[in-house]
């Protein structure tokens, strides 16, 4: 199928659920599901973004944002990670108990709201990462259309931008937890080091790009075209997250890969 065809395949997937409640980021993925959600369902849909520590807090403002310029019916609720001593381990399926403590968060709202449904915006092309997330919200009964219908990645990002949607270019992002190796772990004040060190490079113009924490060493990954780049303001990066508490700055030599700290599994 063509994108046009597979548009058209989710629309009647979204339309047979009735009532839709969807996990919102202000990412692509969820954003494109949203609007097509509210297109298909009109006002039995709703959006529910799910903050916490691990969730960058310019992140919460863009998604904010993105919601009222489309007319999104959007509520952001809090979500009590960093009281759950299993998650703080950081364990090698910490993502499984993350999904866990969040489904039942958004199924309690779907409920509450009356929505018959919930769904996500995983794909076909995250299948080919390591995602115990997904196992986790599948089981918990959250519904992934783009799944379902076959999409992938660069399939969403094409059929955004035919929608006029300005997040079709939009990085991908993950979690801050996901910067921090397995087995270590998460606390508040790396999550911080880590959040005000990635807003330090996207307010410098990177778009695609994480800094991961090994203990107090940052090692940065850019795309590979981008390394001249920031090693142009080698003094002034290394300025400021010396200055945020970073011991070491270091560069990642093999660039930006998602997933980085999957490699060791």
């Not at 509210?38 to 849909?45: H, I, Q």
């Not at 903050?51 to 807090?57: A, E, I, K, L, N």
């Not at 993950?174 to 397995?182: D, Q, T, V, W």
């Amino acid at each position: 199928m063509n994108a046009i065809e597979k548009t058209h395949a989710i629309k009647e997937i979204i339309a047979m659920r009735g009532s839709m409640l969807v996990a919102f980021s202000g990412g692509v993925d969820s954003t494109l599901l949203a609007v097509l959600a509210k297109e298909v369902l009109g006002n039995n849909t709703a959006c529910v973004l799910l903050d916490s520590p691990v969730v960058p807090r310019s992140a919460v403002e863009q998604a904010h944002k993105i919601a009222r310029e489309l007319g999104l019916d959007l509520e952001i609720l809090s979500v009590p990670l960093m009281e759950h001593e299993e998650f703080r381990k950081n364990p090698a399926n910490r993502c499984y108990s993350c999904k866990k403590i969040s489904a039942a968060i958004l199924k309690k709202r779907a409920k509450e709201r009356g929505l018959a449904s919930i769904a996500d915006g995983i794909n076909i092309s995250d299948k080919s990462e390591y995602r115990p997330g997904l196992a986790a919200s599948t089981e918990e009964g959250i519904i992934h259309p783009f799944i379902e219908s076959g999409i992938t990645k660069q399939e969403i990002r094409e059929i955004a931008r035919a929608y006029g949607l300005r997040v079709w270019q939009k990085p991908s992002a993950a979690c801050l937890s996901s910067r921090i190796p397995y087995g270590e772990e998460i606390t508040r004040e790396k999550l911080r080091l880590i959040e005000e060190a990635e807003a330090f490079l996207a307010d410098r113009g990177f778009g695609q790009f994480r800094v991961r924490l090994h203990g107090t060493i940052a090692r940065i990954e850019v795309h590979k075209e981008d390394i001249g780049k920031i090693m142009e303001m080698q003094s002034a990066v290394v300025k400021k997250l010396k200055s945020i508490g970073f011991s070491y700055v270091t560069l990642d030599l093999e660039g930006y890969r998602s997933g980085s700290m999957d490699e060791v599994l």
